[in-house]
């Protein structure tokens, strides 16, 4: 057995994944070297590994840069679903103080910060900046187009692959694990205008 993508990293079994903190923290420096020093983080469910590397990634940025930023900023929600973050950015981007930046931890959420803040008459990315993760077809499509981190599937799968026929022609080596890099793909919704 080979896992793919999600993993459990207390398994003895071998896997491929992409490294979800350094890709958030990347993703979250681009933002910063952006100008951007007010950011809201959009997570996923808790009991995914994916969704606490991507925080402790976003985290990490934060403190290194040394920005602080609201707790109520950091919303964790219990499923990718469009409309529970649309109605979580708009409870954010209600207040008086708002961020210039969000980072999410899916291109779902991502559209549904681009919706909010034509709500609320802020221009992405001149008033608020939008980072997506996954680089699925919608990232591509929305206006602004999203800027998202391409996670490699093919290379993934691939590689999963690879790692499985290594196991069943040579049931005595050790398995190995890989993390592959994710790619930050810039598109309009970080590009100053």
């Not at 003895?12 to 993703?27: G, L, Q, R, W």
């Not at 919706?115 to 990315?125: D, G, I, M, S, Y």
């Not at 919608?138 to 290379?155: D, E, K």
């Not at 590689?159 to 040579?170: D, G, T």
Request: aromatic residues 10%; glycine residues 4%; hydrophobic residues 40%.
């Amino acid at each position: 057995m080979v896992q793919c993508c999600e993993y459990n990293e207390e398994a003895t079994y071998p896997y491929v994944s992409i490294d979800d903190f350094t890709a958030a923290e990347n993703a979250t420096n681009y933002l910063i070297s952006c100008g951007c020093t007010k950011l809201a983080f959009i997570n996923g469910p808790a009991t995914f590994k994916y969704a606490n590397k991507r925080y402790e990634g976003f985290s990490s940025a934060l403190s290194k840069a040394e920005i602080s930023i609201p707790p109520n900023w950091v919303v964790q929600l219990p499923e990718i679903n469009y409309e529970m973050a649309y109605s979580a950015v708009c409870r954010i981007l209600n207040s008086e103080t708002r961020p210039n930046a969000f980072f999410t931890i899916s291109d779902i959420f991502a559209a549904a910060v681009i919706r909010a803040a034509k709500r609320f008459h802020l221009h992405v990315p001149k008033d608020i900046m939008v980072v997506g993760f996954d680089n699925i077809d919608l990232s591509s499509m929305t206006s602004p187009s999203l800027t998202t981190v391409n996670q490699p599937g093919f290379q993934q799968g691939y590689s999963a692959c690879e790692l499985l026929l290594e196991i069943i022609e040579n049931p005595s080596v050790t398995p190995r694990s890989l993390l592959l890099d994710a790619e930050l793909i810039i598109r309009e919704s970080t590009m100053k205008l």
